[in-house]
């Protein structure tokens, strides 16, 4: 007896037309499309959350690594022989070149840091000095050279740079004069008086964290030591790696190369607390997606039970014609997995391009709801980011195709089980 292979055209043919049926024909068209319309927009929330999850982290560690050191080099202190104790180095050239000699390691610098009071007309706030190099500056990826800033950094030895953050708010641009007060200042028979110079604007950076624009002043190092009265030490050496997120495997020779008296201050360490919680929450928000492709895939079932119900004579005519459970089996299992084929490759596609153009779908929002959507002082960045990974697209690919074929399964082998002779007795 000439048996036809699994899948021929004729099974095709028949879950075609099944599935184009309408309702007075016994089909279930508007169940079908409600199948496909929730598959869809499913797969397009998963890519859509995914997509915005992998942009905001890498948004958020770019702007990390891109203006803050990879690790940093503070010192525990040393007791003098007056019972004082100081902080930083006195040898801070020798310590960052042996910083830098360690493998793996692309710069090291010796900072300055301090705490201040700016003021420019009649606004005031609060900002933190660092005290670095011009040749140091010019090489932090969202600050120096290629950054997106203004001004002359060659310049940056007679002057001061600044944050777009703390320009914009005390309404200062280039060549104008900022005044620093810092509090520990001059000593006098009257006590310590607030020490206030200023200093000409001549770099404004946007590094793209509020925290950092809002907050952060680049100072030369020699003037910085002059400022604070730390001539001839530094507080601190920022080091640069090759590669960030091995940064603990450098911890057990940067703390060799830095001596007895140094520590060290990752990144993971000041950031890695909000990275877990981005990480907890990337797990469960796709374990609640999941359940919401589960449930578009579970209406699925629902239009197959009601195809097969309505076509019960046909499967009992199919099936005494010499039609095998097998054959009826793939025709039910064509027309749900048709269904969330389609329906995942369309939410692709609406995922995908949400992801693409999300820049002008974000300002249509942020437009419709009057402004404020994005507060950049709680989120850190100053737009919503999105980043498409083949990865994610494919786990949410995988999901749907997995979960809609897998319902699928169940009203097709109910309808292959089907016994002709009970499904024709009443025709």
Not at 314 to 335: K, P, Q, S, W, Y
């Amino acid at each position: 007896m000439a048996t036809t292979a699994p899948f021929s055209r004729f099974e095709w043919m028949i879950a075609w037309r099944y599935l184009r049926a309408r309702r007075a024909e016994g089909g279930v068209s508007v169940m079908t499309w409600i199948s496909l319309v929730g598959i869809t927009l499913a797969v397009f929330a998963l890519i859509a959350t995914l997509s915005v999850r992998a942009g905001f982290r890498a948004e958020f560690v770019d702007t990390i690594l891109g203006a803050n050191a990879h690790v940093t080099v503070y010192s525990s202190g040393r007791v003098t022989e007056s019972g004082q104790l100081i902080r930083g180095f006195d040898d801070y050239d020798a310590l960052a070149a042996r910083l830098a000699e360690v493998p793996g390691v692309t710069r090291a610098a010796p900072l300055i840091k301090g705490q201040v009071m700016v003021t420019a007309g009649e606004g005031s706030t609060g900002a933190e000095v660092y005290g670095i190099r011009p040749a140091d500056l010019e090489a932090i990826p969202r600050v120096g050279l290629g950054a997106n800033a203004e001004g002359d950094i060659a310049r940056f030895a007679e002057g001061i740079a600044i944050g777009s953050g703390i320009a914009r708010e005390l309404g200062l641009g280039l060549g104008d004069r900022l005044r620093v007060i810092a509090p520990s200042g001059v000593k006098t028979a009257f006590g310590t008086s607030p020490r206030v110079n200023a200093y000409e604007v001549v770099y404004i950076f946007t590094a793209g964290r509020y925290d950092i624009d809002r907050t952060r002043i680049y100072m030369p190092f020699d003037e910085a030591q002059s400022y604070f009265n730390k001539e001839g030490r530094a507080d601190e050496i920022e080091v640069m790696v090759a590669e960030p997120e091995r940064v603990d495997d450098l911890a057990a020779p940067l703390l060799a190369a830095a001596g007895p008296e140094g520590m060290l201050w990752t990144w993971r360490d000041s950031s890695g607390a909000f990275l877990r919680a981005l990480d907890v929450e990337d797990n469960i928000m796709f374990v609640i997606l999941s359940i919401l492709v589960l449930i578009a895939s579970m209406n699925i079932i629902s239009g197959l039970i009601m195809l097969v119900k309505n076509k019960g004579r046909d499967i009992g005519i199919l099936r005494t014609m010499g039609l095998t459970e097998g054959a009826v089996l793939r025709v039910f299992f064509l027309c749900g997995a048709s269904t969330g084929l389609v329906g995942t490759a369309a939410g692709v596609v609406l995922g995908c391009l949400f992801a693409i153009y999300i820049d002008p779908i974000f300002s249509f929002v942020n437009y419709m709801a009057g402004g404020g959507v994005w507060d950049p002082s709680i989120r850190g960045i100053y737009a919503l980011p999105a980043k498409l990974q083949l990865g994610d697209v494919l786990s949410a690919v995988g999901l749907s195709l997995f979960l809609s074929f897998v319902v699928t399964l169940f009203p097709a082998r109910r309808a292959a089980r089907m016994n002709p002779v009970e499904a024709l007795r009443y025709e």
